[in-house]
T-cell receptor
Framework: SQTIHQWPATLVQPVGSPLSLECTVE??????LYWYRQAAGRGLQLLFY??????ISSEVPQNLSASRPQDRQFILSSKKLLLSDSGFYLC????????????????FGEGSRLTVL | KNEVEQSPQNLTAQEGEFITINCSYS?????LHWLQQHPGGGIVSLFM?????KKHGRLIATINIQEKHSSLHITASHPRDSAVYIC??????????WGAGTKLIIKP
């Protein structure tokens, strides 16, 4: 069965420090991968998505970057965090459009709560 | 105007009540998702549908493609149903457009 792991679950970082959130998917290949951010009391905002290794699309210009070094690994990074980067970050995956058994369903990690002080 | 609108934004009901959460959208879609976000933040996919109706336990999701409207119903609601329910549509480019969510509180 497919699973998704995201870590760390909670992170408190000072302004100006770097960030690395990691997401890995098991039990499938060539997934579409997504990073979302949810500010307090607000809906999900798509930050990045990837349809393959090394392929990253950015939805919102910001202080963050994403990388996909392996098929089932998606990393969200920042070189210098800002206060406004605080929020709840969610990794998600779905099978690609051209995938085999494409249910189209979305699967989410448990999320990473980032507080920048 | 948002492309995906959910109503109500907040809903408080007594245990046992029948719950309806609505989602209207303004774009052409290939599918619509209903998801549940628990108080701890984790999100679980409830339904993905492109036509008709789906049922899972006490949850029922319907969609009317002509009217661009979907509803999520909860029968015999229970305090453990308290969560944020999110509607998201997949547009013709397979991009997801998210509703802002409906916060549901079920009181015992």
């Amino acid at each position: 069965s497919q699973t998704i792991h995201q870590w760390p679950a909670t992170l408190v970082q000072p302004v100006g420090s770097p960030l690395s959130l990691e997401c890995t998917v098991e039990g499938t290949s060539n997934p579409n991968l997504y990073w979302y951010r949810q500010a307090a009391g607000r809906g999900l905002q798509l930050l990045f998505y990837s349809v393959g290794i090394g392929q990253i699309s950015s939805e919102v210009p910001q202080n963050l970057s994403a990388s996909r070094p392996q098929d089932r690994q998606f990393i969200l990074s920042s070189k210098k965090l800002l206060l406004s980067d605080s929020g709840f970050y969610l990794c998600a995956w779905t099978l690609g459009v051209a995938g085999g058994t494409n249910t189209g369903e979305l699967f989410f990690g448990e999320g990473s709560r980032l507080t920048v002080l | 105007k948002n492309e995906v609108e959910q109503s109500p934004q907040n809903l408080t009901a007594q245990e046992g009540e029948f719950i309806t959460i609505n989602c209207s959208y303004s774009v052409g879609i290939s599918a619509l998702h209903w998801l549940q976000q628990h108080p701890g933040g984790g999100i679980v996919s409830l339904f993905m549908l492109s036509s008709g109706k789906k049922k899972h336990g006490r949850l029922i999701a319907t969609i009317n493609i002509q009217e661009k409207h979907s509803s999520l119903h909860i029968t015999a609601s229970h305090p453990r149903d308290s969560a944020v329910y999110i509607c998201a549509v997949k547009d013709s480019n397979y991009q997801l457009i998210w509703g802002a969510g409906t916060k549901l509180i079920i009181k015992p």
